[in-house]
C-alpha cells in the first residue's frame, strides 16, 4: 500500500464515523507526507487543525491506520503539505535520531575482546579530576602485568572509567595485537559463572579466563553478595595474578565501601594500586565539550559551550547528552543556537536529569507504545506481543536507569537475571543494525522525555 492508498483508506473510516461538516472541517487536505514503517508524519493545513488531530482524534486515527498496516506505532502531525527541506536532505532516521538527546553512533565492538574502538586515550581529556586514574592506566598500557597489578579505579556514574578502562585494553592491542585482553561488565561475568556452574563446565570456564593476558572488568562492586561467583572469581583472579598478567577492576566506589564483598577479595583488590576519578572542572568540563564539537566536525559558540559547562556539573555522561541535543535542534532548525536559546533548550533537561526517570515511567511509555498493558509486561505470558515489549522495557531499564540486571528482573515479575542480560544484549545489537528497532527506541525515548516536559 502506497502511502497516498494508506490515508485514503483512513479517510474513509475517518468519513464514516463523522458528520460530514465535521470530517471536512478536519480532514480537508490532510495528507501522509512520510511512512517510515514505525513512524507516519501527516501534514495539516494549519496549527489548529494539528492541535485537534493530536487532542481529539489522534486515538482513533491510530487504531484505524493499524489496521491497514499494524507495524506503525507512531503518528506526528505536523503543518503544511511537504517535509521541511532539512528533512528531506537528511536521511530521515538520523533526521529522527537526532530529536532525541543521544545520537549514538554505531558500536564497533570487537566480540573477541568485548573493546569498542571510539574509546582511546587520543580521546580522553585528562585533568585534575582523573590524572592519577589516568597515569595508572597508561602505565599499565606500557607495562603489562609489570606496573600496578590489580589496577583498581573508581569513581561516580558517568565519570569516564568505562572509557579508561577500554582505552587501556585498545592501547595494549594496538601496541601488541598478539595480547589477549577480554574487557567484560562484571554482571556478564557473574551470568557466566552461574551458567558454567549450572552446566557443570566451570573447568572450562576458568581454564579460558586462564589463557588471557589482561582481564578487564567492569563495574566490579556487582559481585557483592553473590557467593559461589566470588569463590569462582576469587580462583580466576589468583591464577591470572600469580603469572603476572593484568587485571583491572573498576567500581563506583572503594574496595572497603563494597557492600558484602568478601574480605579476601577485598584484600586483594586493595593489594595493587587504587586510583579515582572525581568530577572534573569547569575547565576540563570545557576541554572535553570542545574535543566532542570536534569529534562530530561541529562549530559552536564559545558563550554556549561555557554555558554548559558551568551549569552541567557532575556527570561527563549528561554533558555530552546536553550537547547532542543541542546540536540535534540547531541542525533540524538550520540555526545556530545563542545561549538563551539554550538555556531554554537546557532548562528542561538540567531540572529532570534522566536519573530521575523512574521505572515506571519507562514501563508505561513502553507498554503505551504497543498498545498493552503495564501487566502485560511482568505477567508470565510468552506471547509474541508482549515477549518484545518486555525486551525493549528491560533494554530501557538498563540504559536509562542504570538500574542492575538483577532489579531489573525483579520488576519485571521475578525474571531471572540471565534472561535480562539475554534481552539486554539482542536488544542492544538490534539498535545498531536495525533500522525499525532503532527508530522504535527513539520514539519511546521521546515519550519518556516528553512526559518530563509536562
Ligand atoms: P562511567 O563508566 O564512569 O560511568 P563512561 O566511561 O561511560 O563513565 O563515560 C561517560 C561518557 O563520558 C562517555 O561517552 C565517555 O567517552 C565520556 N568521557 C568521560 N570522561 C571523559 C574524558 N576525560 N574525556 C573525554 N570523554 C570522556
Ligand atoms: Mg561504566
Redesign the pocket.
Known amino acids: 500500500m502506497t502511502k497516498e492508498e494508506l490515508w485514503k483508506a483512513v479517510l474513509g473510516e475517518m468519513e464514516l464515523s463523522l458528520s460530514k461538516a465535521n470530517f471536512t472541517t478536519w480532514f480537508k487536505n490532510t495528507s501522509i507526507l512520510a511512512n517510515e514503517g514505525v513512524l507516519v508524519i501527516v501534514g495539516v493545513p494549519n496549527g489548529f487543525i494539528k492541535e485537534w488531530l493530536e487532542n481529539k482524534f489522534h486515538k482513533q486515527i491510530l487504531t484505524s491506520i493499524q489496521t491497514f498496516s499494524p507495524e506503525i506505532r507512531e503518528i506526528k502531525y505536523t503543518i503544511g503539505n511537504s517535509l521541511p527541506q532539512s528533512t528531506i536532505k537528511k536521511d530521515f532516521s538520523q533526521f529522527i535520531t537526532e530529536r532525541v538527546f543521544e545520537n549514538k553512533q554505531p558500536a564497533d565492538i570487537n566480540p573477541q575482546t568485548n573493546l569498542n574502538k571510539k574509546?582511546s586515550f587520543d580521546?580522553?581529556?585528562?585533568?585534575s579530576h582523573?590524572e592519577l586514574a589516568h597515569a595508572a592506566s597508561s602505565a599499565v598500557a606500557k607495562n603489562l602485568g609489570k606496573a600496578y597489578n590489580p589496577l583498581f579505579i573508581y569513581?561516580?556514574?558517568?565519570?569516564?572509567?568505562?572509557?579508561?578502562l577500554q582505552a587501556t585494553g585498545n592501547k595494549i592491542l594496538e601496541d601488541d595485537p598478539t595480547k589477549k585482553v577480554l574487557y567484560i561488565p562484571s554482571e556478564r561475568i557473574t551470568a557466566e559463572i552461574v551458567e558454567s556452574v549450572r552446566n557443570k563446565n566451570v573447568e572450562e570456564l576458568k581454564s579460558r579466563y586462564a589463557k588471557l593476558d589482561m582481564l578487564i572488568v567492569?563495574d566490579i562492586q556487582f559481585i557483592a553478595g553473590k557467593e559461589k561467583t566470588q569463590d569462582i572469581f576469587f580462583a580466576t583472579f589468583n591464577e591470572l595474578y600469580g603469572k603476572n598478567k593484568q587485571i583491572i577492576l573498576?567500581s563506583d566506589r572503594p574496595p572497603k565501601a563494597i557492600p558484602a564483598l568478601e574480605e579476601r577479595l577485598r584484600s586483594r583488590f586493595e593489594g595493587g594500586m587504587i586510583a579515582d576519578?572525581n568530577i572534573?572542572d569547569f575547565e576540563?568540563r570545557l576541554a572535553?565539550l570542545k574535543?566532542?564539537t570536534k569529534q562530530k566536525d561541529i562549530i559552536l559558540d564559545e558563550n554556549v559551550l561555557g554555558y554548559i559547562a558551568t551549569n552541567i556539573q557532575k556527570n561527563?555522561?549528561e554533558?555530552?547528552g546536553a550537547l547532542n541535543r543541542i546540536i540535534a535542534v540547531s541542525q533540524i532548525y538550520n540555526k545556530t543556537l545563542d545561549v538563551k536559546e539554550v538555556k531554554k533548550l537546557l532548562a528542561t533537561y538540567l531540572s529532570t536529569p534522566y536519573k530521575k526517570t523512574t521505572p515506571q515511567l519507562i514501563l508505561k511509555s513502553v507498554s503505551d507504545f504497543y498498545n498493552i498493558s503495564p501487566s502485560d509486561l511482568i505477567k508470565r505470558s510468552r506471547k509474541k506481543e508482549v515477549v518484545r515489549p518486555r525486551q525493549i522495557a528491560m533494554y530501557l531499564l538498563r540504559e536509562e536507569t542504570k538500574s542492575s540486571f538483577p532489579e531489573i528482573g525483579q520488576k519485571l515479575g521475578g525474571r531471572d537475571h540471565s534472561t535480562v542480560i539475554h534481552a539486554y544484549e539482542k536488544v542492544k545489537t538490534e539498535e545498531e543494525t536495525d533500522e525499525i528497532t532503532k527508530q522504535e527506541i527513539v520514539l519511546i525515548k521521546e515519550r519518556i522525555y516528553q512526559s518530563f516536559d509536562k
Open positions: 574509546y580521546s580522553f581529556i585528562v585533568g582523573n569513581g561516580g556514574v558517568g565519570l569516564g572509567k568505562t572509557h579508561l567492569d573498576s576519578i572534573p576540563t572535553i574535543l566532542k561527563i555522561r554533558l555530552e
